[in-house]
């Protein structure tokens, strides 16, 4: 395991310690929350949503939360969710959303999931938008396919999902998103290809930066020449250099194409790619649920760490 490896895998640890999710959770606007969150509700959120657009870069919005547990709660996301569209719709915000399909019950049941995610999409559909089923740490990843799979069959022709690179698994959950993509061949298939965030093992994931990073490139490179649309969505300045001056080598329409950056997350980097008339998207995450979201960012970087320490001792 490399450096950085072991610093994530490590942060990952120290977040879960109850005393620190204590404290941060406690402290966390302080500590820097709002640097990666944009509010903790749809409202409070849409003037930074509002600021992206007027920027030239469009939105992914994402209501925070993970592992519901019970039928109620994820009921109750499922409808928090469809009120975020409305809002999102009424205010000029564009409705393109993504959910953890957690959110939605798949760690209830299968078929809880599938009644939500359908009422959701049908929401997000109506208002001219898009659902990207996230995806989550292993136990989900099946579930999670089986789910997006299900929604494609039912003509929610909007929604997208995610694979990440770090997993053994995902060449071949890739072939099937791809042959899924052939049964459809008069709509546009996409897909949001990330390193991974969430700590696995060394039986399910590689865990050194060079593995991942040359993982995504060979995933990237197949979903393009497999004729989806690729969601870059990594803030490796390598990577992406790479893949666009592929996109643009290959004359690709920017409907094939688009860069996805967090919230917070090199800023400036996302200003000039969008003032080159590059495609490019932000994550923006709201919502009470932060604490998981949250410390993942800071796993990801030890210059996000030292910013929550500024904001603790300065």
Excluded at 32 to 51: K, M, N, T
């Amino acid at each position: 395991m490399d450096l950085a490896a072991l610093y994530r895998t490590t942060a990952l640890a120290i977040a879960g310690a109850k005393p620190v999710r204590s404290v941060i959770g406690r402290y966390g606007w302080r500590l820097g929350v709002g640097r990666f969150v944009a509010g903790e509700d749809i409202r409070s959120a849409v003037p930074v949503l509002l600021a992206i657009q007027a920027s030239g870069r469009r939105v992914i919005l994402d209501l925070l939360g993970e592992f519901v547990e019970s039928e109620s709660a994820s009921r109750a996301v499922a409808e928090a969710v469809k009120e975020s569209v409305a809002v999102a719709r009424e205010r000029g915000v564009e409705p393109y959303f993504s959910v953890k399909p957690t959110q939605l019950g798949l760690g209830v049941s299968a078929e809880l999931a599938l009644e939500l995610a359908d009422g959701v999409a049908s929401a997000i559909g109506a208002a001219g938008g898009h659902l990207c089923l996230d995806m989550e740490n292993v136990p989900y990843v099946s579930g999670t396919l089986d789910l997006y799979e299900e929604l494609r069959r039912a003509g929610h022709h909007h929604v997208s999902t995610v694979l990440q690179s770090y997993l053994f698994r995902t060449p071949e959950d890739l072939d099937r998103l791809i042959g899924l993509a052939g049964a459809y061949p008069d709509v546009t298939t996409a897909l949001r290809l990330v390193k991974g965030a969430y700590r696995e093992t060394a039986e399910h994931a590689l865990q050194d930066v060079a593995g991942v990073e040359e993982a995504y490139r060979a995933l990237a490179y197949r979903a393009l020449g497999a004729g989806l649309k690729l969601n870059v969505a990594t803030h490796d300045e390598g990577l992406q250099r790479e893949l666009l001056a592929y996109a643009q080598g290959a004359a690709l329409s920017q409907d094939r194409y688009e860069v996805q950056m967090l919230y917070g997350v090199k800023p400036q980097l996302q200003e000039r790619l969008s003032a080159a008339g590059l495609p490019v998207r932000v994550y923006v995450p709201f919502g009470s649920d932060w604490y998981g979201y949250f410390s993942r960012r800071l796993a990801e970087r030890p210059a996000n760490l030292a910013f929550v320490a500024r904001g603790l001792f300065g």
